[in-house]
């Protein structure tokens, strides 16, 4: 039952994506008023945003997912009396006790919280190979977004490589976008998904509808190999062909049979990182993790190592927008525990409902991760002048140089190299350098990259106005 507002602890969440809105909504239901902030100009996240402009149709996305954005944004409506929408504005990291600083179109504001949950999702790996910065060289998230955000085309042919369920997604949604799919390119080796029959079981609807992507290719002919993966890729101005090669148990590729494919367009994924620097900055306790990088450390009720910040979704452990909808309810009700002691029972109720659910998904789940974990010959694909910081135009030469010369953690390797000293602050090289230091068998000295504040570039001209 839906009472009224309560205004007495101010509870604010970072992002507003399937974790956040989930959060949000299950609060306003038990009568608790929010403040969700996200950087992006519509609420939904990658999964849910959809356009960017009114259209008539979505041919390009499946029904399902046209109906889960349709209900992401019904729930805002819904709730839009308990639940404060701050988007187009970035939350660049902590000042003083309990309070972030915001940056909102070149102005800074200050949001002060009782109760914090951190949202912020993950992102794309980067794999840095001979031509990964070419222009029509994409991740596959980006060409989402593209098609998503304003149905727009990459390109007219695509080449799409790299690991796990979201190439098959993608290749449908670019072909029913009108895109020629030239090829699909698994890493990994088919006998390695049958290794976890049973644990798919754990979801048979969501393998019955990879199955019916599956169909969709191969009746309009599009091929997907297994075992094999991206070499370089090569073009003047732009992107104008693909290398592809069988890849072994270890993902080193065969370049004795490299196939080159034409194409326009490359859609490259290979796993995701948790987008965490401002757990970082929060100073919560964080942990490298071998399939998502830096994450918080946070229990079964989604509570960080500092008392009163929450974390959930994506950024804690990638393992989908049902999962993360389920742990921003968890953190919710957890908040609620500790708001109202009439709400404990209840709450604690659904808490271990959740979780039953949640050990289900994350039973699946974890087929995908460890069918296509990272093999170390991924490393190998870069050549010495291949640029592995993009930033600072940092070559993989000079990694080899820094780790001859002893360097054995991650902050040592940035000092002697400059990576990650750039404006992205590691987003983009820092998961090579973790890998390539674990490589090298320093997995325990490795360390983590420590984020700075404020975490975006902020203009001269936004400190005049009063904080």
């Not at 949202?119 to 994409?138: L, Y």
Request: hydrophobic share 40%; aromatic share 6%; proline share 4%.
């Amino acid at each position: 039952m839906i009472r009224g507002a309560k205004v007495s602890n101010k509870i604010v969440i970072v992002g507003a994506g399937p974790a956040g809105i989930s959060a949000a909504t299950t609060l306003s239901k038990n009568g608790f008023k929010s403040v969700v902030i996200d950087e992006n100009t519509i609420a939904g996240g990658v999964i849910y945003r959809g356009p960017l402009r009114p259209v008539d149709e979505m041919p390009h996305l499946d029904e399902s997912l046209q109906k889960s954005i349709v209900g992401q944004k019904q729930k805002l409506v819904e709730h839009s009396h308990n639940i404060e929408l701050k988007m187009s504005t970035r939350v660049q990291g902590p000042v003083g006790d309990n309070s972030l600083l915001l940056s909102q179109s070149g102005s800074l504001s200050v949001q002060e919280y009782d109760y914090l949950l951190l949202a912020t999702g993950c992102q794309e790996r980067s794999i840095p190979f001979p031509g990964w910065q070419i222009p029509g060289v994409m991740l596959t998230g980006a060409i989402q977004l593209h098609l998503k955000s304003g149905f727009v085309r990459p390109g007219k042919t695509a080449v799409i490589v790299g690991t796990g369920p979201l190439l098959v997604l993608v290749a449908c949604q670019l072909h029913h976008a009108g895109v020629n799919v030239a090829g699909v390119y698994e890493a990994t080796q088919f006998k390695e998904f049958s290794k976890e029959f049973v644990a798919l079981l754990n979801r048979p609807q969501v393998i019955l509808n990879g199955m019916s992507m599956m169909a969709y290719l191969r009746l309009h002919k599009i091929p997907i190999k297994y075992g094999w993966g991206i070499v370089k890729a090569e073009g003047d101005e732009s992107l104008e062909r693909v290398a592809v090669a069988p890849y072994n148990d270890n993902w080193q590729a065969d370049t004795g049979k490299i196939k080159w494919v034409e194409a326009d367009t490359l859609g490259v994924g290979y796993g995701f990182a948790a987008r965490s620097q401002m757990a970082q900055l929060l100073g919560l306790e964080v942990k490298l993790d071998d399939v998502g990088g830096v994450i918080p450390i946070a229990n079964k009720y989604q509570q960080s190592s500092v008392d009163n910040i929450y974390c959930a979704g994506d950024s804690v452990k990638f393992a989908g927008a049902d999962v993360a909808m389920l742990e921003g309810e968890i953190a919710a009700h957890s908040m609620l525990m500790k708001i109202d002691p009439n709400l404990k029972d209840s709450s604690e109720l659904h808490i271990e409902q959740l979780l039953k659910k949640r050990a289900r998904f994350y039973r699946f789940r974890g087929a995908f991760d460890r069918a296509n974990k990272r093999k170390e010959g991924l490393l190998s694909l870069p050549e010495e002048d291949t640029v592995i910081c993009r930033c600072e135009q940092v070559k993989r030469r000079d990694i080899d140089q820094a780790l001859a010369q002893g360097c054995k953690d991650v902050i040592t390797l940035k000092m002697r190299t400059r990576m990650s000293m750039g404006d992205c602050q590691g987003k983009t090289c820092a998961h090579y350098c973790y890998d390539r230091l674990a490589k090298e068998g320093y997995k325990d000295e490795a360390g983590v990259l420590r984020p700075r504040f404020p975490l975006d570039p902020i203009p001269f001209s936004a400190l005049e106005d009063e904080l």
